[in-house]
């Protein structure tokens, strides 16, 4: 098993442009997530999704679209990208994604904005 | 609103030596606290997860405590690797079905030869 995998590991955007964060997990996981991590911010949850078609925000969603077409992938769109964007954004899944299970993270693709 | 502190913020320890981390939580109604190792670079992985009912619980040179009464947990290291060195990050889950956990902002640690 692969796990959460996540592309790419790095990756420069200037204001304005658009792009899309991958991930994909091979676990059968029905919760996926994405965060965000900021330097003495902690990790800060962007959207979710419970299972295939269903998304929902989290803390931190503004400039941020999520779509789950299959259970395996669940991408990251950032429309109009701004340099307050600039992080190290990591995916996550679990099974059921309640408590009690465990999150599996990618190792993450750090983002600057120019 | 539900928030959840770790302390220190930063520790440097020799190889070897034992060390503390803390965790304080007010997330309510309490489900369940895990503390996450997150190697530099990487994503966190689970250490170990600790419910109402568990005192304590080990995992290796990994304990973990909890006091449901004053929500506090604690993670002692004992005998430090330098492959301790990382930050360890608490996360708390709240019961009745959340999908968010609760961070903390985690503590970083150094092990030094």
């Known amino acids: ?114 | 609103k539900n928030q959840v502190e770790q302390s220190p913020q930063s520790l440097i320890i020799l190889e070897g030596k034992n060390c503390t981390l803390q965790c304080n939580y007010t997330v309510s109604p309490f489900s369940n606290l895990r503390w996450y190792k997150q190697d530099t670079g990487r994503g966190p992985v689970s250490l170990t997860i600790m419910t109402f009912s568990e005192n304590t619980k080990s995992n290796g040179r990994y304990t973990a405590t909890l006091d449901a009464d004053t929500k506090q947990s604690s993670l002692h290291i004992t005998a430090s690797q330098l492959s301790d060195s990382a930050s360890y990050i608490c996360v708390v889950s709240a019961a009745g079905g959340s999908y968010i956990p609760t961070f903390g902002r985690g503590t970083s640690l150094i092990v030094h030869p």
């Open chain 1, 1 to 114: 098993n692969a796990g959460v995998t996540q592309t790419p590991k790095f990756q420069v955007l200037k204001t304005g442009q658009s792009m899309t964060l991958q991930c994909a997990q091979d676990m059968n996981h029905e919760y996926m997530s994405w965060y965000r991590q900021d330097p003495g911010m902690g990790l800060r949850l962007i959207h979710y999704s419970v299972g295939a078609g269903i998304t929902d925000q989290g803390e931190v969603p503004n400039g941020y679209n999520v779509s789950r077409s299959t259970t395996e992938d669940f991408p990251l769109r950032l429309l109009s990208a701004a340099p307050s964007q600039t992080s190290v954004y990591f995916c996550a899944s679990s099974y059921g994604g309640r408590e009690g299970s465990p999150l599996h993270f990618g190792n993450g693709t750090r983002l600057t904005v120019t």
